[in-house]
């Protein structure tokens, strides 16, 4: 167990709805980041909030957003859901953010569309 | 850009030893990482290199050649347990986030 949850474990949703996913980092971290990954393709690095504000940004499509609240968690809103946002979306924490801060994975959500 | 190698598939037996290779090609290279996932689950911290060199750890070790823009882990007296997917991960200057490749699945047979 890294210390990273989140919520919901699985999710079923409908081609264009819209979902939030849900992560606490472990106590006392400051860095989340979320992760999608597909069947087809490894781990794609979405977005990175460090105490509030965003620091990073990959390949996160403008359908998705995300925020980190003063309590540190952090949600990701993926909306007009299509077929191929269907994945394993993985939020993972550090201490802080820089080189060499090594980053915890939570269990994921397991997000199908049809 | 970034552009980061595995094998997709490997086999090996129970007992023995087996390495994985990751070579990598960055604009700014500042750290590699290794990580353990097994099917379903969330990848798990395994190993980190900056420098040129061997960094052992157990039954587990990484080797780094920044100058051949090369990794490999290194598993030895495997087990069953092992069978896993390996993700090389590279950390990229500047860009304050870890680039993964898509993993080596690793089966140890009996």
């Known amino acids: 167990d890294s210390g990273v949850t989140q919520t919901p474990k699985h999710l079923i949703t409908a081609t264009g709805q819209r979902v939030t996913l849900r992560c606490s980092p472990r106590?006392?971290?400051?860095?989340v980041y979320w992760y999608q990954q597909s069947l087809d393709q490894g781990l794609q690095f979405l977005i990175q909030?460090?105490?509030?504000?965003?620091?990073a940004k990959g390949n996160i499509l403008e359908r998705f957003s995300a925020q980190q609240f003063p309590d540190l968690h952090s949600e990701l809103n993926l909306s007009s859901l299509e077929l191929g946002d269907s994945a394993l979306y993985f939020c993972?924490?550090?201490?802080?953010?820089?080189?060499?801060?090594?980053?915890?994975f939570g269990p994921g959500t397991r997000l199908l569309v049809l | 850009g970034q552009n980061i190698d595995q094998p997709t598939e490997m086999t090996a037996t129970e007992g023995a030893i087996v390495q994985i290779n990751c070579t990598y090609q960055?604009?700014?290279?500042?750290?590699l990482f290794w990580y353990q996932q097994h099917a379903g689950e969330a990848p798990t911290f395994l190993s980190y290199n900056v420098l040129d060199g061997l960094e052992e750890k157990g039954r587990f070790s990484s080797f780094l050649s920044r100058s051949k823009g090369y990794s490999y882990l290194l598993l030895k007296e495997l087990q069953m347990k092992d069978s896993a997917s390996y993700l090389c991960?590279?950390?990229?200057?500047?860009?304050?986030?870890?680039?993964f490749g898509t993993g080596t699945r690793l089966t140890v047979i009996p």
């Open positions: 106590s006392g971290d400051l860095s």
């Open positions: 960055t604009s700014g290279f500042n750290g």
């Open positions: 993972a924490s550090s201490v802080a953010t820089g080189l060499l801060e090594t980053q915890y």
């Open positions: 909030y460090y105490n509030g504000e965003e620091r």
């Open positions: 991960a590279v950390y990229q200057t500047g860009a304050n986030n870890l680039f």
